[in-house]
């Protein structure tokens, strides 16, 4: 007999049978322990029992506990109470999901023991993560076969379909949906097809399939700006991908690739296959088509080989293997292009790089070991010019290759490595090639905090080290050879609130043995120096407002005294010295070069003074203003050899140094602005001068400004920008929302200029536009890299991204992330998407 009014069955699966004559409904349903919902069952003169199931019949707004009475005036529905669960789970446990409860509501239901239910009205099904609507339901209780006609909706973790008719078996998944439409929640994809196949819990198969990413638009006559038309389209959960069989990738209508067979991501999981073929126009190679294959071979293990071809030079055969173990890591980079015409050879490269760390193995020896290799080497000098971006290497022209070995224990540490360069030479700026080191040991024991004769707080080291120095002596102009050294030091820090005083002293022992003879017919040299260095601050602060605002002011006076003999070292090879970098941070230090084979005769005492406001609540510096000076005691008469290696250059003589002056200012997170001034107060101009800025006023808007001088050397301009251009031509953009940029219709302009003024041209160049259209990003960018003084690099990189799909194009977003400061991508996820999102 069937019953009339809003109803609700909950289907609880149990072995349970109730007789006719016993049918129930509850008057509540209190909860137990875990989140269970527990009927408690009283007399009631109408109610549904079904064999295998335990059915309950809440009568909606009508009384609970009291039978319907008509149309009469009726009780207020007592207050259910539950329990919170405490987090909502996204996935249930196996033994879990098997004992979820089903729950099906319609405002007509009729049914049979061991039978059919049929819902009609506002049906629906729902079990955990399974939700079922439509105008009329179905359920075969027997092998829960569930049918549903008439505006159906199925909703499977956040996954919706919709359509007129649907079978489906709610226990393994399997059925068929006519004619339905998609929403698919982790990409946001979305489409239509004439029918859908479950074929499980986590695989689907759509027929003649329409899929995109961008919105859905009421009406019948969707036409997305993007879409995957296909035969058939099957959907994979657990690989996360989507596979396509006789498709076609069309924008705006028109097809722009084509395949039997492809498949594409449903996630930003990895997976194997075709990757999009990358496309750009360079003035060298000419048109560059690239057709990568991407192999995961494993989770820790995945391969990319990248074909290239290159209409005025061929086919360039490049591949990427990466690999990841708990205690190594590391990949190799390689390409090979035969019979390149522009050279009329073979042209190579190849880039690898390993990191292992050997703690607990036998060549730890008890402490903690590791292993590094970098390995770079390409077939001839022209590489660099050929293919600028062809190496990862911060100097195009110095491709260096390492093996080191390092172990450490307690206050000894050891390391033992070879370092070769090979040097790109170029007739028409060489450059001196660096020495190789085959090998490198070195031995250090060091104690921090130790009690030295009575005194507490004591650092000191030793250092020894030997290196055998390679290059050929034609480039170089000296001789190679053999040089151990060892350097002791000690020094103690005394320091108390408001001040400190460290002092150090230093001994540096060098002896070196030469393949051919010095200038003098000596084939060895030795050299002893000491160091004695002198450290003092005084530290004092306020409380201070400036312009409305409180800081924590502090005043840092600093004075820093060196002295170091003169050793006559104009006959010593030099192997690896270089004049430090003149600066706040060298200034106050003992040697004026890097390395070992120059030890700067500094007689002097540096003072200066820095002065800091810092936020009281959260001490963050908002402005630091910095001066230094040196004062010689005695003419520096220790230098450089010149660039043949000959001794050359003369002594400093000057008591006073050039004067640094420094300031650095962020008021506020938006602005931040940065000067840095080399003074010579004897010629009374800036030797070096560097002035920046930056504007942030919010993400996806930043703008960058730099000036730099070197005196007689180069002056420069350098302007970096992202910035929407609604801004500036139309209503300004609104806020970004989830971690994305800011909104569909919007075009942003990116790049970066940097500008020499004495050339009076562009020296590097990379400047483009987005699109943000919503469910796909166009860019467009040129590129420019200043090869020699004559020619440069040029070439043309555009995009198009299908979010949630693929990228189509070249690869720009590298190059602007490297170029512009502060460059931010524009589909940037902060959260995965939840299926509680779509949860109705």
């Known amino acids: 007999m069937p019953i009339r009014g809003p109803r609700t069955l909950l289907i609880d699966l149990v072995n349970d049978f109730l007789p006719l004559n016993r049918r129930t409904h509850p008057p509540c349903v209190p909860a137990l322990p875990g989140g269970h919902l527990q009927p408690r069952l009283q007399a009631a003169p109408v109610a549904l029992a079904v064999r295998g199931l335990m059915a309950v019949l809440a009568l909606g707004a009508h009384t609970l506990g009291h039978a319907q009475s008509g149309d009469g005036d009726e009780a207020p529905r007592p207050a259910v109470s539950l329990r919170s669960s405490g ?49 009329r339901l179905q359920l075969d209780q027997r092998t829960n076969e569930a049918q549903a006609k008439g505006n159906v909706l199925i909703n499977r973790s956040g996954d919706r379909f919709e359509g007129p008719e649907l079978k489906l078996n709610v226990d393994t998944f399997e059925g068929t949906f006519t004619q339905p439409t998609f929403n698919l ?28 990413t961008c919105p859905r ?47 594409f991501p449903l996630t930003d999981a990895r997976k194997s296959g075709l990757l999009p073929p990358t496309l750009n126009i360079d003035n060298i190679s000419g048109l560059e088509v ?58 190579w490269g190849y880039t690898a790089q390993h990191n292992q760390n050997l703690t607990g193995s036998r060549a730890a020896f008890g402490g903690s070991a590791g292993l590094y ?83 507490s707080g004591v650092d000191w080291s030793v250092l020894t080290e030997y290196t055998r120095f390679q290059s050929v002596p034609g480039l170089t102009g000296q001789t190679n050879g053999d040089r151990a050294l060892t350097v002791a030091e000690i020094s103690r820090r005394f320091q108390a609130p408001g001040w400190f005083v460290k002092p150090r002293a230093q001994l540096h022992a060098t002896q070196y043995s030469f393949d051919s003879a010095l200038a003098n017919g000596s084939r060895s040299a030795s050299r002893v120096l000491p160091t004695l260095s002198l450290d003092s601050g005084l530290i004092f602060e306020r409380d201070a407002s400036y312009f409305g605002r409180g800081f924590t002011q502090t005043l840092e006076p600093r004075a820093f005294f060196t002295w170091t003999p003169y050793r006559d070292q104009r006959l010593l090879p030099n192997y690896d010295s270089a004049a430090n970098d003149f600066n706040l941070a060298s200034i ?96 009374r101009e800036s030797v070096r001068t560097t002035l ?58 990116v790049g970066r200029i940097n500008y020499s003024v004495p050339d009076r041209k562009v020296v590097d160049l990379v400047a483009g536009f987005e699109f943000d259209a919503g469910c796909w990003l166009g860019r467009i960018v040129l590129e ?57």
Not at 601 to 615: E, F, I, K, N, Q
Not at 797 to 823: A, H, I, M
Request: glycine share 8%; proline share 7%; aromatic share 10%.
């Open 290 to 347: 690239t057709l990568p294959y991407y192999l995961n071979i494993a989770p820790n293990l995945d391969a990319t080989l990248y074909p290239t071809l290159m209409s005025k030079r061929g086919v360039d055969l490049g591949a990427e293997v990466r690999y990841l173990q708990p205690t190594y890591a590391g990949l190799v980079r390689g390409a090979f292009l035969p019979s390149d015409p522009l050279r009329d050879a073979n042209r």
């Open 185 to 212: 929640l982790k990409n946001e994809g979305k489409g239509d097809a004439s029918r859908v196949d479950f074929l499980g819990e986590d695989k689907a198969v759509a027929h003649d399939a329409r899929y995109s």
């Open 217 to 263: 638009t009421p009406g019948a006559d969707w036409m997305p700006d993007w879409l995957v038309r296909a035969t058939k389209i099957e959907f994979d959960n657990v690989a996360q991908t989507g596979t396509a069989t006789n498709g076609a990738l069309e924008f705006k209508g028109v097809p722009i690739l084509g395949w039997p067979y492809f498949s």
């Open 588 to 683: 106050y230090t003992e040697n004026a070069f890097g390395g070992n084979d120059r030890i700067s005769d500094t007689r002097a005492v540096t003072v200066g003074v820095s002065s800091r406001l810092l936020d009281p609540d959260t001490g963050a510096e908002v402005v630091r203003l910095g001066v230094a000076q040196r004062y010689l005691f005695r003419d520096q008469n220790v230098f450089l050899p010149n660039s043949t290696g000959l001794a050359g250059g003369d002594p400093i003589n000057e008591r006073l140094s050039d004067i640094l002056l420094a300031a650095r200012v962020q008021w506020s997170p938006r602005w931040l602005t940065d000067a840095n001034v080399q003074y010579s107060p004897g010629n």
């Open 87 to 135: 987090m909502l789970l996204e996935t249930l446990p196996e033994d879990a999901k098997q004992q979820a409860p089903t729950f099906v509501s319609g405002e007509r239901i009729e049914g049979q023991t061991d039978g059919i239910t049929a819902v009609e009205g506002k049906a629906e099904l729902r079990r955990h993560d399974t939700v079922i609507r439509a105008d």
């Open 692 to 749: 920046s800025g930056r504007y942030t006023p919010s993400n996806f808007r930043v703008l960058s400004a730099a000036y730099r001088l070197q005196r007689g050397s180069s002056e420069q301009f350098d302007v970096g920008w992202q910035w929407p251009l609604s801004d500036l031509f139309g209503e300004p953009a609104g806020p970004e929302v989830r971690g994305r940029a800011l909104g569909p219709g919007n075009w942003y302009s």
């Open 373 to 455: 290799l970098n390995l770079n080497r390409v077939s001839d000098n022209d590489y660099w010019r050929d293919f600028p971006r062809a190496t990862a290497s911060l100097t195009t022209r110095l491709l260096a290759s390492d093996a080191v070995y390092s172990w450490g224990q307690g206050p000894w540490s050891v390391s033992a490595g070879a370092y070769t360069w090979q040097t790109l030479q170029d007739v028409d700026a060489p450059i001196i090639p660096p020495y190789d080191r085959l090998p490198s040991v070195a031995v250090r024991y060091g104690r921090s905090d130790a009690q030295v004769a009575n005194l």
């Open 784 to 840: 420019r890299l200043q090869r020699s003084n004559a020619s440069a690099n040029q070439r043309i990189l555009f995009q198009l991204e299908f979010s949630g799909f693929s990228r189509l194009g070249s690869n720009p977003l590298k190059t602007l992330k490297d170029n512009v400061p502060r460059y931010q991508y524009l589909r940037e996820e902060i959260n995965p998407p939840s299926r509680f999102q779509q949860y109705d």
